[in-house]
């Protein structure tokens, strides 16, 4: 959420910023509502100071016996009551309309962010590896032999169309892609591992800033539960309400979780394979952060993503979010994406994202400065380290053979009993 002081300070840096997001004029109607807001309490703060006022004068005038003066106080402080409240009232209402637009408004992206109107408009900033020169034309994940255990057809007998059922050697390739990234996360990377629920309250999806602006992207339960589109809402939400010491930071999490969205506007995107799924599997990354260390602490994330598809083996690029390809709570993200020569072409994998303190404001998460000064809004970052089904897909997709087998990655092998390869019959072999 935005700091309403600022807005206030310098409503044009606020306007000029929110229009490169595509958003004019902003500021006019904010600061409209923020004045009324701030009149109606003064004016309750006056009237109660009036009534205060006549509510000492009403004994004096009794025990003077000044009965006329007595009625008309005792009537005044009744009409001030009856002012404040209707005054209180119409405050709480503008200060929820004002909330309701702030939170409805996308973070304001730093000034590195580059202009753009969509994803053809990021910059790439580094990649790593080279696409495998194949001597045949490479299939799609869904297409290779040695992939039968992915099950669609019964996924779609189950629940419908954008789920799988993973059989034998997928469902084990797809723990170990997991148990490989979270023991490389905890072990190499510092992060402590946790294990979080996937039904959350409504506040803590507002804290993520999904709510109210995404409602339609998540499944919410009957009894009021929502289901987490990624940990990146249970993690950070770790802090709501707190005030950390500033030597606790950064605090550095990781989980593996399942994560559940609606595609609500991916009509007839990605509609084959796994790539896009109602429910899915995430290791996350989640680092709470002193505001003077979030750029680096970004830089750090990102490396930590880009190291695990280093060690499989995974040619990538990363690229610079422009402004138009920019997620609704992000500041700056970094972008990495595998390449999958199935489909010719590099697809994300991980977002690597800083928030600055935008959902620490929403969440009201501060820190304890060392130094004793006043607490602060601590800043959050948020990436995927890394999307489990999108990586099982680089890595059967990058290593598969003219025969429809898959050789897999070495640095897998301890965690598939020191196999090395599937079959083209789907074994593990």
């Known amino acids: ?29 904010i600061l409209a509502i923020d004045e009324s807001r701030r009149a109606k309490i003064l004016a309750a703060e006056t009237a109660l100071a009036d009534r205060n006022a ?8 009794k025990a003077k016996g000044d009965e006329a003066e007595f009625q008309r106080l005792r009537a005044l402080v009744g009409e001030k009551k009856n ?15 004002l909330r ?27 990649s790593w590896g080279n696409p ?34 993973m059989r034998a050697a997928m469902a084990r390739l797809h723990r170990a892609l997991a148990q490989f990234m979270l023991d490389m996360h905890t072990t190499q990377h510092g992060m402590v591992e946790m294990i979080t629920p996937v039904l959350v309250r409504e506040e803590a999806m507002y804290g993520t800033n999904q709510l109210p602006k995404f409602a339609e992207d998540s499944y919410q339960t009957t009894n009021g539960w929502w289901l987490i589109p990624t940990s990146e809402v249970t993690l950070t939400n770790t802090v709501a309400g707190d005030i950390v010491e500033e030597n606790a930071l950064p605090i550095r999490m990781t989980a593996h979780t399942q994560c559940f969205r609606s595609e ?3 009509a007839g ?33 990102t490396n930590c993503a880009q190291a695990v598809l280093e060690a499989l083996e ?22 990495i994406e595998v390449w999958l020569p199935g489909q010719n072409a590099f697809r994300e994998i991980s977002s690597v994202s800083t928030c600055g303190d935008f959902q620490a404001r929403r969440m009201n998460a501060r820190f304890r400065p060392l130094d004793g000064g006043k607490p602060d809004f601590v800043h959050t970052l948020n990436g995927s380290g890394v999307a489990v089904g999108r990586c099982l897909i680089a890595v059967l997709e990058n290593g598969q053979q003219s025969d429809g087998s898959v050789t897999l990655p070495e640095a897998l092998k301890p965690y598939l009993g020191g196999f090395g390869a599937i079959d083209n019959q789907g074994n593990l072999i």
Do not use: W
Request: proline share 5%.
């Open 1 to 29: 959420m935005h700091d309403i002081r600022a807005i206030r300070d310098n409503p044009a840096a606020f306007d000029a910023a929110m229009a490169r997001r595509g958003i004019t004029g902003a500021s006019s109607e």
């Open 54 to 61: 006549a509510s000492k004068k009403v004994g004096a005038a």
């Open 83 to 97: 002012e404040i409240a209707a005054l209180e009232d119409q405050a709480k209402a503008e200060d929820t309309r």
């Open 100 to 126: 309701d637009l702030l939170m409805g408004l996308p973070n304001l992206p730093y000034d590195d962010t580059p202009d753009g109107a969509d994803e053809a408009d990021n910059i790439q900033i580094h």
């Open 132 to 165: 495998r020169n194949f001597d045949f034309d490479p299939l799609e994940h869904y297409e290779i032999p040695a992939a039968k255990g992915l099950d669609f057809q019964t996924a779609a007998k189950l629940s419908g169309s954008r789920f799988v059922v």
């Open 264 to 266: 609500a506007g991916s």
């Open 269 to 301: 995107k990605d509609t084959t394979g796994i790539l896009r799924q109602h429910q899915f599997e995430k290791v996350e990354m989640v680092a709470i952060s002193h505001p003077d260390h979030s750029e680096a602490e970004q830089t750090r994330m």
């Open 314 to 335: 995974l040619p990538y690029r990363t690229v610079k979010l422009c402004t138009g390809d920019l997620g609704f709570g992000a500041r700056r993200t970094l972008d």
